[in-house]
């Protein structure tokens, strides 16, 4: 079964958070409406980047990856080296990327 990996980026405060999921919707909703210990009362939250994977497994370790790269502009480097055709990407990534937040 497919899962996910995203990262979500606050619109106020511009954190970042890292996860997977196998579904986008209901767990970016999660987020936004507190129930994520680690990202409630720092929102709103909306997807800067997501891909998708062959299984939770492997979702866990690129998961892992990206937490253990502990900086911004580590991860969007990332992003910007292993992004894919079909992966989404917010408008703003390229900003975020040129600025190097």
């Given at each position: ?69 502990k ?13 894919q ?17």
């Amino acid at each position: 079964m497919a899962f996910y990996i995203y990262v979500l980026i606050s619109k106020e405060s511009k954190r970042f958070y890292i996860g997977q999921t196998r579904d986008l919707a209901s767990r970016l909703d999660r987020h936004n409406r507190g129930y994520v210990k680690s990202t409630a009362g720092k929102g709103p939250w909306e997807f800067l980047f997501h891909t998708m994977v062959a299984n939770r497994s492997e979702a866990m370790r690129i998961e892992k990856k990206l937490k253990n790269l502990k900086s911004r502009i580590r991860l969007l480097n990332w992003i910007g080296k292993n992004l894919q055709e079909e992966d989404f990407v917010n408008s703003d990534f390229q900003t975020l990327f040129e600025d190097g937040l």
